[in-house]
């Protein structure tokens, strides 16, 4: 079992958030956070008592705040704003992202500044610790005012209403709760927009599309190695004197894994000296690091972001530590969204180069001495002509996912919310984004494979020859007849889980 993750006046860290939302670490509220929680509760409770309308508290909201709400029926407020914000459509969003989503939101709570009740942090913290995960549909955010409809179903489910996923089925919220033994909660004054208020669904995204991104830059590597060692290239241009002419600490790390990862290969050491006729590599091999590094310098800048992001409490009102309740706009997701975009870019064009790699290994004009598209039997064997073809698909797309969604908005509730961020629609594209990069990857990956095999005797580096190994226990080496598909999503699981890494030992 991880450890427990617990919430107070320290941020969560990114690793936390991952633990949480993809191992089901359990969570749980400091002593602290629950005594600072009930003493912000009672600024709530005065000012709903008080006779000027506080918003959030005891007025309408949005366009609606300028309308006074009877104490009497702020209860039936809270309900309807809950039912009435619970708006999704769409495909449900993935576990992981709902899991990352609720904790985040539990970690401003657990902060005092929403002004909700210790009672209702918790019930939250047990939902997560039950496995129980509201359904949240793909469309319904605009990334401001936060991620609206998704954060509504997450409280819907607290108020045990909607429905959720709960031991591996789709079940009514209340059913999942009275089995967990857990008491739906009554929302009181100001908690409504407390639950709902967050960027936390696309900050929930960035942080496990950052995880990800670190570990496919790194196989990135690997697998630009293979190529280039399976295309009698030189290591010559990674070496580090080289690359400190143009200090870029990403482009630095890149080229000394590539460099690393080619010591000791007999392919590379067979081509060297006075009777090598090529002066330099084609892009797609000599300038990888470039490209790789600079989507690693990329992620660090959006890891910076999110890690702001991380020690920032997020609602609107907030309860200052003076007991002041003040509108603000920190729900407006723009410095997420800007990033999650930006990420989608460099992602494409690690992608790119790979391809270009790929493509090269399967051309006879250009592979120096590999046989027409890998093929066992060329005419008879295609080998990896439609392999590449799939990558070339992917690639493409990417593309189209590099288009920024941040840049658009579309006015909402009567025009109060007249400029919105997009950031939601831009982490959802990121995602699918970070799965197309694992799929080209992949057929890198299983292509540098075979074409290392053909260029026995000659054996690869140490490195590259463990990670060609590893992939030898899942799919078959050359040889003709061989069913690709299932070879591409083998090789894909190996990326997905990072065995590539793990083999690789760099």
Request: aromatic share 4%; hydrophobic share 45%.
């Amino acid at each position: 079992m991880p450890e427990k993750v617990l919430l107070g006046s320290e941020p969560l860290s990114a690793e936390q958030v991952v633990a949480v939302a993809r191992e089901f670490a359990p969570v749980g509220l400091t002593g602290a956070a629950e005594t600072r929680l009930a003493e912000k509760r009672q600024h709530i409770e005065d000012l709903a008592h008080a006779v000027t309308p506080t918003y959030g508290v005891s007025t309408g909201f949005g366009a609606l705040a300028t309308r006074h709400i009877p104490r009497e029926s702020r209860t039936a407020l809270q309900r309807s704003l809950i039912r009435s914000h619970a708006a999704g459509a769409g495909a449900h969003v993935e576990t992981e992202v709902v899991r990352a989503l609720m904790l985040l939101r539990l970690r401003t709570l657990a902060s005092g500044f929403t002004g909700v009740r210790p009672g209702t942090a918790n019930t939250l913290a047990a939902l997560l610790n039950a496995g129980i995960t509201p359904i949240v549909h793909e469309y319904g955010s605009l990334g401001c005012s936060g991620d609206l409809a998704p954060l509504a179903a997450v409280a819907l489910a607290l108020m045990g209403e909607g429905e959720v996923e709960y031991n591996g089925e789709l079940v009514n919220a209340a059913d999942a709760l009275e089995h967990a033994g857990i008491e739906p909660v009554v929302l009181a004054e100001k908690e409504g927009l407390a639950l709902t208020n967050g960027t936390d669904g696309m900050l929930g995204m960035l942080l496990l599309a950052a995880a990800d991104l670190r570990k496919l830059l790194d196989i990135a590597d690997i697998t630009a190695a293979m190529s280039v060692e399976a295309l009698l290239g030189t290591d010559r241009a990674f070496a580090a004197d080289l690359q400190a002419l143009r200090p870029h600490p990403g482009q630095a790390a890149s080229a000394a894994r590539m460099f690393q990862a080619l010591q000791g290969s007999k392919i590379v050491e067979s081509h060297r000296g006075p009777d090598c006729n090529r002066v330099q590599d084609a892009y797609s091999l000599r300038c990888s690091p470039q490209v790789h590094g600079g989507a690693r310098d990329s992620l660090t800048h959006a890891e910076l972001v999110a890690s702001r992001e991380l020690a920032s409490a997020v609602d609107n009102p907030v309860v200052l530590e003076d007991g002041r309740v003040e509108s603000n706009g920190n729900f407006h997701g723009a410095p997420v969204a800007y990033v999650l975009d930006f990420l989608a870019i460099p992602l494409a064009d690690v992608a790119s180069i790979a391809e270009r790699r790929t493509d090269r290994m399967l051309d006879k004009t250009r592979s120096h001495g590999l046989p027409p598209f890998l093929a066992f039997d060329p005419g008879v064997d295609s080998g990896h002509m439609i392999a590449q073809y799939t990558q070339a698909a992917v690639v493409s797309e990417l593309k189209r996912l590099a288009v920024p969604a941040s840049v658009d908005s579309i006015p909402s509730s009567a025009m109060q919310e007249d400029h919105v961020s997009m950031g939601w629609s831009s982490a959802r594209k990121l995602r699918k984004a970070v799965d197309g990069l694992t799929t080209v990857l992949a057929i890198e990956l299983l292509t540098a494979a075979r074409a290392l095999d053909m260029r026995a005797p000659l054996e690869p580096s140490p490195v590259t020859g463990r990670v060609r190994d590893l992939l030898r226990t899942k799919v078959e080496g050359p040889g003709p007849d061989r069913h690709l598909a299932p070879e591409i999503a083998a090789a894909e699981e190996l990326v997905r889980s990072g065995a590539v890494l793990d083999a690789a030992r760099i």
